[in-house]
């Protein structure tokens, strides 16, 4: 986000220059009462760039935040097939996942891991992953603990209960065919 903040600092419509920009960034809508979600580093840790990036002119804005790569993961089982490709692509794969799923072991008390990055170049590609998205104006919001950028809707399809800042809407994945992206992801990374 901070390199991108940045370039639109020396360009404010650089994005329009692209049929679509697809952000691994956000949290989609508000959550569900009672539900809370994971950091999303990518705006936690440069939310003035996030704000720039969302609320810049853009042909199409695609948001595959937290609320959706959190629940397409990778486990040992994939990672052990990974191995057994014995490809040099699959191998290195592997080596990374597993740095990411002793990482994530302690969220979830086991070893498996979001497929936040690749989720979002996927989506990029294969658009037809997406089952179900919502539209709306994305601001940059912070609770003292969290800065997150989220769709001004509830997760019910609602705006939210203050005024927003404006800005150009934003698609927000809120659901993926995460079978067929992850048996497609593998099978990539093992040839």
Request: charged share 15%; with cysteine.
């Amino acid at each position: 986000m901070t390199n991108v903040g940045l370039a639109l600092q020396a360009d404010p419509l650089l994005l329009n220059q692209f049929r679509q920009v697809t952000i691994m960034g956000g949290s989609g809508p508000f959550p569900p009462v009672g539900t809370s979600l994971m950091i999303d580093a990518n705006v936690q840790n440069d939310g003035e760039a996030a704000s720039r990036t969302f609320s810049a002119p853009c042909r199409r804005r695609v948001m595959v935040g937290v609320n959706v790569t959190k629940l397409v993961v990778t486990d040992e089982v994939a990672i052990a097939r990974l191995h057994a490709s014995g490809s040099p692509r699959g191998k290195f794969a592997a080596a990374i996942l597993e740095s990411y799923i002793d990482f994530y072991r302690l969220a979830w008390g086991r070893r498996i891991s979001p497929v936040h990055d690749g989720l979002a170049a996927a989506l990029s590609v294969q658009p037809e992953w997406i089952t179900t998205s919502m539209t709306g104006p994305v601001n940059i919001t912070n609770d003292g603990f969290a800065t997150r950028a989220h769709v001004m809707r509830t997760a019910e399809g609602q705006p939210v209960a203050w005024e927003i800042e404006p800005a150009p809407d934003s698609i927000a994945v809120t659901e993926v065919d995460a079978q067929s992206f992850l048996e497609h992801f593998l099978t990539v990374l093992e040839t």
